[in-house]
């Protein structure tokens, strides 16, 4: 059954909030009285659907639909989430929070303050136990970090349901214990902040140099690692106790400014302000957003190959996402969109990744036939021995493939599949793939006669995609 989620408030945190559900598949229904919303909240999806199918390596669910409400009562009305993404003031959240439990006194409600906490946010709710913070980070549709606070009041059973709806959807629900000022991500980026204002204020570095040194160093080591992991390879072998004594003596001398903060005159705010347009003016704000997203998605990909941080999150949600192959001649054994960093130079995809997706499409054809990872852990499978590739047309990032497989001989030891990559949009056929694997025994490393039950379901295929070239 296909869950709706309602979304109050349609700027850029509530545009990427409609993005991050409607392409996981959840119907949406939005309100905002602004009447540039339904521009605002579609040109956000535009870039979610470039790029949130990029950081997965198989098809997101089919998109829900998308409708805006003229009222917050319609919006909401039996909704199985609502999100709260108004402007920052507690008397208008106060408002909406009133409207929406007097439609619906049963909604669950996350509000994506960033500065509010949970106990200001319920002061005169009907049922203060259905409200709580769910706090996001922009792009919503691809960042994962959701900050869940809840104060006493709000229920427990509430927050289970809301941590587990939001990870269904791929994002990462940190559940902040006790309630504090700005929750935790936006004090330690608010940290960092104030130091760059000083910098700037003191003419020691220009907004573009204190960018170049977050984005070169401790930026990359901060994405993979965070804070303390970091700090505890720098104790070396003698671990964090040792950093911390080496270390820790530095933080009673005068090197930051944590506890003040520059006077924003209209000096130092011109200052800042042209100092960014040197650094980024030549770009519209679509264009940086498409040069974070890309960036955002090469990095995240990276991670994911080595099942770290934000890409173990990913790979667990894709594996939640993943279909059983059904039978069929021919198997659709890919179903992908390409991602910016399977593209070269001359701008379409490199021939390295061809190899990549019919490799791809191969292991899930192996784990159809059963030669899974349980089959591979026993110590067999099958290697490629051969395989031709023809390439046919460009392929650009963004565009959504499938790879159509047939078992084109399946006797022995020998598997041979021909793949056709396909255009999903248009059928047009980009790139196709001869591969002959053999079986091997993973202790030998030598061909062997597959199980049973894998050489029946082989030739069970072959017969089923005989004579069909």
Same mark, same amino acid.
């Given at each position: 059954?296909?869950?709706?989620?309602?979304? =109050?408030?349609?700027?850029?945190?509530?545009?990427?909030?409609?993005?991050?559900?409607?392409?996981?598949?959840?119907?949406?229904?939005?309100?905002?009285?602004?009447?540039?919303?339904?521009?605002?909240?579609?040109?956000?999806?535009?870039?979610?659907?470039?790029?949130?199918?990029?950081?997965?390596?198989?098809?997101?669910?089919?998109?829900?639909?998308? *409708?805006?409400?003229?009222? $917050?009562?319609?919006?909401?009305?039996?909704?199985?989430?609502?999100?709260?993404?108004?402007?920052?003031?507690?008397?208008?959240?106060?408002?909406?929070?009133?409207?929406?439990?007097?439609?619906?006194?049963?909604?669950?409600?996350?509000? *994506?303050?960033?500065?509010?906490?949970?106990?200001?946010?319920?002061?005169?709710?009907?049922?203060?136990?259905?409200?709580?913070?769910?706090?996001?980070?922009?792009?919503?549709?691809?960042?994962?970090? $959701?900050?869940?606070?809840?104060?006493?009041?709000?229920?427990?059973?509430?927050?289970?349901?809301?941590?587990?709806?939001?990870?269904?959807?791929?994002?990462?629900?940190?559940?902040?214990?006790?309630?504090?000022?700005?929750? =935790?991500?936006?004090?330690?980026?608010?940290?960092?902040?104030?130091?760059?204002?000083?910098?700037?204020?003191?003419?020691?570095?220009?907004?573009?140099?204190?960018?170049?040194?977050?984005?070169?160093?401790?930026?990359?080591?901060?994405?993979?690692?965070?804070?303390?992991?970091?700090?505890?390879?720098?104790?070396? &072998?003698?671990?964090?106790?040792?950093?911390?004594?080496?270390?820790?003596?530095?933080?009673?001398?005068?090197?930051?400014?944590?506890?003040?903060?520059? &006077?924003?005159?209209?000096?130092?705010?011109?200052?800042?302000?042209?100092?960014?347009?040197?650094?980024?003016?030549?770009?519209?704000?679509?264009?940086?957003?498409?040069?974070?997203?890309?960036?955002?998605?090469?990095?995240?990909?990276?991670?994911?190959?080595?099942?770290?941080?934000?890409?173990?999150?990913?790979?667990?949600?894709?594996?939640?996402?993943?279909?059983?192959?059904?039978?069929?001649?021919?198997?659709?054994?890919? *179903?992908?969109?390409?991602?910016?960093?399977?593209?070269?130079?001359?701008?379409?995809?490199?021939?390295?990744?061809?190899?990549?997706?019919? *490799?791809?499409?191969?292991?899930?054809?192996?784990?159809?036939?059963?030669?899974?990872?349980?089959? $591979?852990?026993?110590?067999?499978?099958?290697?490629?021995?051969?395989?031709?590739?023809?390439?046919?047309?460009?392929?650009?990032?963004?565009?959504?493939?499938?790879?159509?497989?047939?078992?084109?001989?399946?006797?022995?030891?020998?598997?041979?599949?021909?793949?056709?990559?396909?255009?999903?949009?248009?059928?047009?056929?980009?790139?196709?793939?001869?591969?002959?694997? =053999?079986?091997?025994?993973?202790?030998?490393?030598?061909?062997?006669?597959?199980?049973?039950?894998?050489?029946?379901?082989?030739?069970?295929?072959?017969?089923?995609?005989?004579?069909?070239?």
């Amino acid at each position: 059954m296909t869950r709706t989620a309602a979304i =109050i408030g349609g700027g850029v945190i509530g545009g990427g909030w409609a993005a991050r559900f409607l392409l996981n598949g959840w119907d949406v229904r939005v309100f905002d009285p602004d009447a540039q919303a339904e521009r605002k909240v579609g040109e956000v999806l535009d870039n979610a659907r470039r790029a949130l199918p990029m950081l997965y390596d198989c098809a997101l669910p089919d998109e829900g639909s998308l *409708s805006f409400c003229a009222s $917050i009562a319609e919006a909401v009305s039996g909704a199985d989430w609502v999100q709260e993404s108004v402007t920052e003031r507690l008397d208008l959240k106060h408002r909406v929070f009133a409207e929406i439990q007097a439609a619906d006194p049963g909604a669950l409600i996350g509000s *994506s303050t960033s500065g509010f906490k949970p106990s200001e946010l319920q002061e005169g709710a009907a049922d203060p136990s259905r409200i709580m913070v769910t706090h996001p980070f922009n792009p919503v549709y691809l960042l994962p970090l $959701i900050e869940v606070v809840p104060s006493p009041a709000t229920d427990p059973g509430a927050v289970e349901t809301c941590k587990a709806l939001l990870t269904s959807v791929g994002l990462y629900p940190l559940h902040v214990r006790k309630e504090i000022d700005a929750h =935790i991500a936006d004090r330690l980026m608010e940290a960092v902040w104030r130091e760059g204002l000083w910098l700037v204020n003191d003419d020691i570095a220009t907004t573009e140099e204190i960018d170049n040194a977050i984005r070169y160093a401790f930026g990359l080591r901060w994405g993979q690692m965070g804070l303390f992991e970091t700090f505890r390879i720098a104790g070396g &072998e003698a671990g964090m106790r040792h950093f911390i004594a080496q270390f820790g003596p530095a933080l009673a001398w005068p090197w930051t400014k944590l506890m003040d903060v520059p &006077e924003m005159s209209d000096e130092l705010v011109e200052k800042i302000a042209s100092q960014s347009d040197a650094q980024s003016g030549h770009l519209s704000i679509r264009e940086l957003e498409r040069k974070r997203d890309g960036n955002l998605i090469a990095m995240m990909r990276a991670l994911r190959q080595q099942g770290n941080a934000a890409g173990r999150l990913i790979n667990a949600h894709q594996d939640s996402l993943r279909q059983p192959l059904a039978e069929g001649d021919p198997l659709v054994s890919q *179903s992908r969109v390409i991602a910016v960093d399977w593209t070269d130079a001359n701008g379409h995809m490199n021939e390295g990744r061809y190899g990549q997706i019919f *490799s791809d499409a191969a292991d899930v054809v192996m784990a159809h036939v059963g030669a899974d990872a349980d089959y $591979i852990a026993s110590g067999l499978s099958y290697f490629t021995v051969e395989s031709t590739i023809r390439f046919l047309a460009e392929t650009h990032a963004g565009e959504r493939v499938e790879v159509h497989s047939r078992v084109t001989e399946g006797a022995g030891k020998k598997l041979r599949c021909a793949h056709q990559m396909i255009r999903a949009g248009d059928g047009t056929v980009l790139a196709s793939s001869d591969q002959l694997m =053999i079986h091997v025994s993973l202790e030998t490393r030598r061909s062997c006669d597959p199980a049973p039950q894998v050489a029946r379901r082989v030739a069970e295929l072959a017969a089923l995609h005989a004579d069909k070239d």
